[in-house]
């Protein structure tokens, strides 16, 4: 790990939180202002509440399996932010039963929610620091980051602490807008990932409204290559599968060609040769299919596998004259092979 701040724990137990608390009589806390009515965190109110603060506030965040930047978990929090929501509890505790005097709880609780505040500070600005590198890397750490900060904040909103719960919720959009934008600026082009990687933080970047496309990361570089009817042929292709594939032949016979595959995965192809000496020029076309197979471990996903072409129709020109028939070309099969990193569609850059 790039930085040591995100795992720090600091061994702190509630007389520690209560000296470190420095004497504010011009500053009441939050949980005083509210006559510590937060407090009491398991009041089916309180979780109603909450809820709903993180269906509103945090969908992009929420633990999924789709290899973004998302939480780990809503719940589990960092031991020092524990105990200092624990004191906060505790504190209101015996001020609403008579026991602490309203300023002694005001300085008390005023120290434990600023070492809640610092904690959200120090992990989010960690976090977005290394988040600004663009790496796959580093998203273990980062997802552990944002798990500490988005459920300190959880618990925050549980207490009514709304200004806690937004500080916390703003460090993880920051985190991740500063990932997605290196990332999709340039750095992904470098690194060899899970294409859902970059869907993934797509659908979270979409959700937040931020205006970053993180799509083109998920580009990869597919390649066939073969020969038939003496003719070596050339696929390229940078996207998903669908759209459009760039065709080369040569041999007997130089050309080049497309062919554009839908949704489906059938699509066209055709492609214009020269022989060397460029007296006769063939046309030809026709049907091509991209043929999947299962990820290995994971039979719900799969990856492009063989290209299938059949001839329909070719035109031969020579001398002039133009020579309609069918060609005599046989089915042809292509293995495709696909990139690690991603691929640049001007030129198809940074994918081999």
């Not at 929501?85 to 001020?95: G, N």
Request: charged content about 25%; hydrophobic content about 40%; proline content about 4%.
């Amino acid at each position: 790990m790039r930085f040591t701040a995100l795992r720090r724990l600091l061994p702190l137990s509630a007389p520690l939180l209560l000296a470190a608390a420095a004497p504010l009589e011009a500053q009441q806390s939050r949980a005083m202002a509210v006559d510590c009515r937060g407090a009491s965190a398991v009041t089916p109110e309180n979780r109603q509440r909450t809820e709903l603060w993180v269906r509103e506030r945090l969908p992009a965040f929420v633990p999924s399996p789709d290899h973004a930047l998302r939480m780990q978990s809503l719940i589990r929090q960092a031991e020092q932010v524990k105990l200092a929501f624990h004191s906060i509890s505790s504190t209101c505790a015996q001020y609403l039963a008579g026991t602490m005097e309203r300023e002694a709880a005001d300085r008390a609780l005023h120290g434990f929610e600023r070492i809640i505040g610092n904690f959200i500070h120090d992990v989010g600005n960690d976090a977005t620091v290394l988040a600004a590198q663009g790496q796959v890397a580093d998203m273990g750490g980062l997802r552990q980051a944002m798990t500490d900060i988005g459920a300190t904040g959880r618990q925050a909103a549980l207490m009514g602490d709304e200004a806690l719960a937004e500080n916390a919720r703003k460090k993880l959009v920051d985190a991740l807008v500063s990932f997605s934008r290196t990332f999709a600026d340039g750095a992904c082009y470098d690194q060899a990932f899970d294409p859902r990687i970059a869907m993934g933080l797509h659908r979270q970047n979409e959700i937040l409204g931020t205006g970053i496309d993180v799509t083109p990361c998920a580009r990869r570089l597919f390649t066939a290559d073969g020969t038939g009817a003496d003719i070596v042929w050339r696929f390229r292709h940078c996207g998903s599968g669908v759209g459009e594939w760039k065709i080369q032949t040569s041999g007997p016979l130089l050309g080049s060609g497309v062919a554009t595959l839908s949704l489906d995965l059938t699509g066209f192809w055709q492609i214009s040769e020269n022989t060397s000496e460029g007296d006769v020029l063939v046309q030809y076309k026709g049907d091509m299919t991209l043929v999947q197979k299962p990820v290995e471990g994971e039979p719900d996903l799969k990856v492009p596998d063989r290209l299938l072409l059949q001839v329909t129709e070719g035109t031969v020109t020579a001398d002039g004259e133009v020579f309609h028939r069918g060609l005599s070309m046989p089915g042809l099969t292509f293995a495709v092979k696909k990139s690690d990193k991603p691929c640049r569609e001007e030129g198809e850059q940074g994918a081999e």
